[in-house]
């Protein structure tokens, strides 16, 4: 991605005291297509990280990106505590409100997703920390009289010979210093933090439940809302009868929101049962005869369109026409939710101060504004207090459930309120992650050789909803991924993508569209392999000449799994690669059958180059945790629509993956030293091509469509 020319002295931006301590700001201007939309607001937006040292030693991270399972406090904090020269354990964290200066760089927004908190970090937060180091160190040399090159930081503090004071101590004189022009970073041979083993700076918290997640969080004179919902997503309230539920204990009010109508109650259990005495009709609207077939039908008339070019080399039509051995295949994917262990839920206080909001939420300036138009108060005056998140996986960087909250509260101005979603609630009012329709062909020369590589993508285009603008000439970037940076070294090739919406809201679902672009290529890469008479291991290393790190985790996925030995009767084994979010990764799946014939998967083998490994634990926790949400995608769940109704409701049968269905997992990090890639979604994308590639080996069956169990094979 091209960066904007800034001078460091304006990148580093502002030094100032707060209460006595030294405040380092960093300061990027927004970028990317978004940053357009940005501009037209009355104050520009910037993206900004802050560390906060107090005369009492306190170092303060002020988190800008929100923590959802991911480790971003830790790792964050591992970026300012290497260069400040302070153990990350005594670093604490503050999470940032909705401000402008917290925008993503890499995405335009004060967004967490995507997998780019520590690349949009990397550097911005190493130089804040150098930054205040330098200004620390000064102050202390100023105070002795000596050379700053002759005194030493370390631990929080600054000596010289036998002279010592803490950071603390001098952070007053420090932040009356002008920013250094110039500071040098660590080189990675000196890092004595990054890439280290380190605890989870939120560990304790977690582990004795004092951890604040959204659901947690009270109010003085709080009370409870639950919303029942038109059943088809995007209809609306005709009228309601709600002369029962007014009547029932503990009720305060029955809200007509629009979408829905709430009840606001004492207790959640009231505000419950009072939403099942209402008598609602409903204006289902033009959702109201959708269905999977329909979607389908839809997509698959997208796939005959030309569509937007990803990417071109050579020509593709010729090399067909002349291939020995010619290819083609349809591949499906399924609708899917996201399925947070934590529901949707959200309080909100509208008084005469404004509008407060708790919420686990990965977008706060969303919030904010979905909340001011909501509630009717101007966005300067809504206040976001982001909370932990237990699970996003792209969920909560929507923001419906926020509007929702405050339109209730608005109703009863002065007291807090807390919406709180059922599971039922949350399976059926999902942005679904967009189902698609995917066409290959290939061609394969005399030798086996693969010379031709033709693929197109048809699927709906969350970006187009929540960032319109973003789409440029029919691309969405956030459809190519996985397409736009294919490895493989291929003559000729034409990649292409086909926007085609099929009338039900989608959003994005963790990995985006790696995972959906992944099944269909790396599986076709395993027929043309199959077709070429080769093993499907060496036909992919054949192709990744020019890609020595994609070679190289191949390479050693394939070690570490001992491709090509013998299995025993019953046993096979399947591969994928593929690079994501600028991690390198490959990955070997073995299963087996059972003796009642379902298939069990046993292990998966993951070798991965996330560049730097900024917190090693994490990273492999990261791609462990994405193993889980591959095998949603690839064994049994999915969305289906009757009538525009979602027909699953709950984990019986909208179904993850039990403990024991999880197959081993091993995780082999091939640090290179490259600027770290992102981590947070790429363990998602090759697990359904690798066990469907090993189902083809273990069964002969090709499977082209997910969810796995839809070919009739069964999951032990």
């Known amino acids: 991605m091209n960066t904007a020319n800034v001078s460091r002295r304006k990148f580093l931006g502002t030094s100032a005291v707060l209460g006595g301590g030294l405040v380092v700001g960093l300061i990027l201007p927004l970028r990317g297509a978004l940053a357009k939309t940005a501009a037209a607001d009355a104050k520009p937006v910037q993206a900004n990280a802050w560390v906060r040292i107090a005369p009492d030693n306190t170092i303060t991270l002020i988190c800008h990106r929100n923590e959802m399972g991911q480790d971003v406090h830790t790792s964050l904090a591992l970026l300012i505590a290497e260069e400040l020269e302070v153990d990350v354990d005594k670093v604490r964290i503050e999470q940032a409100p909705v401000d ?41 040399a100023n105070e002795w009289k000596v050379p700053a090159a002759d005194c030493v930081a370390k631990d929080g503090t600054v000596s010289h010979g036998n002279k010592r004071k803490t950071y603390g101590e001098l952070a007053a004189a420090a932040a009356k210093l002008s920013a250094p022009a110039k500071v040098v970073l660590k080189k990675p041979a000196d890092f004595t933090q990054i890439g280290k083993h380190q605890h989870r700076l939120d560990t304790p918290a977690k582990t004795l439940g004092k951890a604040i997640f959204g659901i947690d969080v009270t ?48 207790h959640y259990w009231n505000a419950k049962k009072a939403r099942e005495a209402l008598a609602i009709t409903w204006d289902y609207g033009p959702g109201a005869g959708l269905d999977n077939a329909k979607i389908e039908a839809t997509l698959k008339e997208g796939a005959r369109q030309d569509g937007a070019v990803i990417r071109k080399n050579g020509d593709v039509a010729a090399a067909l026409k002349t291939a020995t051995k010619k290819l083609h295949a349809e591949y499906r994917l399924q609708l899917l939710a996201h399925a947070t262990l934590e529901p949707m839920n959200c309080l909100a206080l509208v008084s005469d101060k404004g509008c407060d909001i708790w919420a686990s939420t990965q977008f706060p300036q969303g919030a904010q504004g979905i909340a001011a138009a909501r509630s009717g108060v101007e966005a300067a005056r809504v206040r976001i207090w982001p909370q932990f998140i237990g699970g996003g996986f792209g969920r909560r960087l929507d923001v419906d459930f926020i509007g929702q909250a405050a339109a209730i ?52 285009s969350v970006t187009n909803r929540m960032f319109p603008g973003v789409t440029k000439n029919g691309l969405d970037p956030l459809m190519t991924e996985g397409a736009i940076d294919l490895t493989y070294d291929i003559p000729n090739e034409m990649l292409r993508v086909v926007i085609q919406e099929f009338g039900l809201r989608v959003g994005y679902w963790r990995s985006v569209s790696h995972p959906l672009n992944a099944f269909p ?13 080769k093993d499907p291991v060496a036909f992919r290393l054949a192709l990744l000449g020019k890609q020595p790190r994609q070679r190289a985790v191949l390479e050693r996925a394939a070690k570490e799994a001992n491709w090509g030995q013998k299995l025993g009767a019953g046993k096979a084994q399947g591969v994928a690669s593929m690079e994501s979010y600028g991690t390198h990764q490959a990955l070997v799946a073995d299963i087996s059958r059972t003796a009642s014939g379902a298939i069990r998967i046993d292990k998966l083998t993951y070798a991965v180059d996330p560049g730097i490994a900024v917190h090693p634990d994490q990273v492999i926790a990261q791609i462990q945790g994405g193993a889980v949400s591959g095998l949603i995608n690839a064994l049994t769940a999915k969305i289906t629509l009757k009538d525009g109704r979602v027909q699953q409701s709950n984990f019986h049968n909208y179904q993850l993956p039990r403990m024991n269905q999880m197959p081993k997992i091993d995780v082999v990090l091939m640090p290179s030293g490259d600027d770290p890639g992102g981590m947070g979604e790429v363990g998602v994308p090759l697990v359904a091509p690798a066990i469907a590639n090993a189902v083809f080996a273990l069964t002969g069956q090709r499977v082209r469509t997910l969810p796995l169990a839809d070919a009739k094979l069964s999951f032990a």
Not at 223 to 244: F, H, M, N, W
């Open 100 to 140: 402008p200066v917290y925008v993503n760089a890499l995405l335009g927004a004060q967004i967490t997703g995507g997998s780019t908190s520590v690349r949009d970090a990397w550097i911005k937060l190493r130089e804040a920390g150098a930054t205040a180091r330098t200004q620390l160190v000064a102050a202390a």
């Open 219 to 266: 109010q003085p004179g709080m009370v409870y809302a639950t919303l029942e919902q038109c059943p088809v997503i995007g209809g609306k309230v005709a009228s309601v009868d709600d002369a029962r539920a007014k009547a029932m204990p503990g009720v305060r009010a029955v809200v007509n929101i629009g979408e829905g109508v709430a009840v606001i109650a004492d």
């Open 409 to 460: 509260a608005k109703a009863v101005p002065g007291t807090p309120v807390k919406l709180i979603w059922t599971r039922e609630d949350d399976t059926r009012n999902d942005f679904y992650r967009p189902a698609s329709y995917n066409t290959l062909s290939g061609g394969l020369d005399a030798k086996g050789n693969l010379v031709a590589f033709d693929y197109k993508f048809a699927s709906a």
């Open 521 to 533: 290529i790396e599986s076709f890469i395993d027929e043309l392999a199959h077709a070429a008479g």
